[in-house]
């Protein structure tokens, strides 16, 4: 039986533009998961994924346009983040669970027709929904992410594997600034910092840099299975990445090569840091709305 952590509501109490209701669905093992639903059951769904060590605060700034222009905003927090159960033992996590449990989720709402939308680790396990069923989903728009599968560590990302394991402290908020361009306030670090209160909530903030499958790892053969579905993956898949995010520069390179979809949209380049949705929400929106189109 897992020891699970549950974040007070108080904490998340006049986060500056935060305006949205808590939505909430259990899954299995009790675990809840917390997802913002705006925009209407009944119109084609935007799967905002977040990565690590965020929750779906990041997507604060795109989901009132997406849902304003008439599509449904559906921005859930990984177990482990925001106002999701966080268990609290590290062996309850690994990469196969987190795709295991936003299976879970995204059936349980029974969502059709999405649009990925994705960054960071959101894009290792939104691409991994997408294999795993790709006929629910529509089109994706990934951001500064990618789906590795046994390559070296980039000296980049081996600092922040390093840094996240063995740091004495682990400033959320101040980890997401510095990954943004743009310069976050006091009240937005804040907010980012406001799911873990403890040391122990943020077990999987700092377990998950270890999961990403670079060099010999668990996770490769499931990857290669992956990559095998998004080489045949043929609706509209756009890349929009960031010119100044060292960890994911050039990434797109690979999905341009292999995934057949992104023969069908025009990419895009956003302006800002690895935290792309802090520095060109409207950018990224205006990507969304390029896929749509591209499908519709």
């Given at each position: 039986m897992m020891t699970i952590y549950?974040?007070?509501?108080?904490?998340?109490?006049?986060?500056?533009?935060?305006?949205?209701?808590?939505?909430?669905?259990?899954?299995?093992?009790?675990l809840r998961v917390h997802y913002v639903d705006e925009g209407g059951a009944d119109v084609q769904p935007v799967l905002m994924l977040h990565g690590e060590p965020t929750w779906s605060y990041l997507y604060?700034?795109?989901?009132?346009p997406v849902s304003k222009a008439g599509l449904r905003s559906v921005a859930p927090d990984l177990i482990?983040?925001?106002?999701?159960?966080?268990?609290?033992?590290?062996?309850?996590?690994?990469?196969?669970?987190?795709?295991?449990?936003?299976?879970?989720?995204?059936?349980?709402?029974?969502?059709?027709n999405i649009i990925?939308?994705?960054?960071?680790?959101?894009?290792?396990?939104?691409?991994?929904?997408?294999?795993?069923?790709?006929?629910?989903?529509?089109?994706?728009?990934?951001s500064n992410g990618g789906l590795p599968a046994g390559e070296?560590?980039?000296?980049?990302?081996?600092?922040?594997?390093?840094?996240?394991?063995?740091?004495?402290?682990?400033?959320?908020?101040?980890i997401v600034a510095k990954g943004s361009k743009r310069g976050l306030s006091e009240a937005e670090i804040a907010a980012y910092d406001a799911p873990f209160p403890t040391r122990a909530s943020k077990v999987a903030t700092?377990?998950?840099?270890?999961?990403?499958?670079?060099?010999?790892?668990?996770?490769?053969?499931?990857?290669?299975?992956?990559?095998?579905?998004?080489?045949?993956f043929d609706k509209p898949f756009l890349c929009c990445f960031s010119d100044g995010d060292p960890i994911t520069r050039g990434g797109d390179r690979k999905f341009h090569e292999r995934v057949p979809g992104t023969k069908r949209?025009?990419?895009?380049t956003l302006?800002?840091?690895?935290?792309?949705?802090?520095?060109?929400?409207?950018?990224?929106?205006?990507a969304i709305f390029d896929v749509v189109k591209a499908g519709s």
């Amino acid at each position: 039986m897992m020891t699970i952590y549950r974040t007070p509501d108080a904490r998340f109490a006049n986060l500056p533009d935060w305006p949205y209701q808590p939505n909430y669905v259990e899954i299995s093992g009790g675990l809840r998961v917390h997802y913002v639903d705006e925009g209407g059951a009944d119109v084609q769904p935007v799967l905002m994924l977040h990565g690590e060590p965020t929750w779906s605060y990041l997507y604060r700034h795109m989901i009132g346009p997406v849902s304003k222009a008439g599509l449904r905003s559906v921005a859930p927090d990984l177990i482990g983040f925001g106002r999701s159960d966080k268990p609290l033992e590290r062996s309850a996590y690994s990469y196969a669970a987190q795709v295991g449990w936003m299976r879970e989720w995204v059936e349980a709402l029974d969502l059709k027709n999405i649009i990925l939308v994705c960054q960071d680790w959101g894009s290792l396990i939104g691409l991994r929904l997408v294999a795993s069923m790709p006929e629910r989903f529509a089109g994706v728009a990934l951001s500064n992410g990618g789906l590795p599968a046994g390559e070296d560590a980039p000296r980049a990302f081996a600092i922040w594997r390093a840094f996240s394991r063995y740091s004495p402290v682990f400033p959320i908020g101040k980890i997401v600034a510095k990954g943004s361009k743009r310069g976050l306030s006091e009240a937005e670090i804040a907010a980012y910092d406001a799911p873990f209160p403890t040391r122990a909530s943020k077990v999987a903030t700092r377990v998950y840099p270890s999961f990403v499958p670079l060099g010999d790892n668990v996770a490769v053969p499931d990857q290669l299975k992956a990559w095998e579905v998004l080489e045949k993956f043929d609706k509209p898949f756009l890349c929009c990445f960031s010119d100044g995010d060292p960890i994911t520069r050039g990434g797109d390179r690979k999905f341009h090569e292999r995934v057949p979809g992104t023969k069908r949209v025009a990419h895009r380049t956003l302006h800002g840091g690895h935290f792309i949705q802090e520095d060109d929400p409207q950018g990224f929106v205006d990507a969304i709305f390029d896929v749509v189109k591209a499908g519709s």
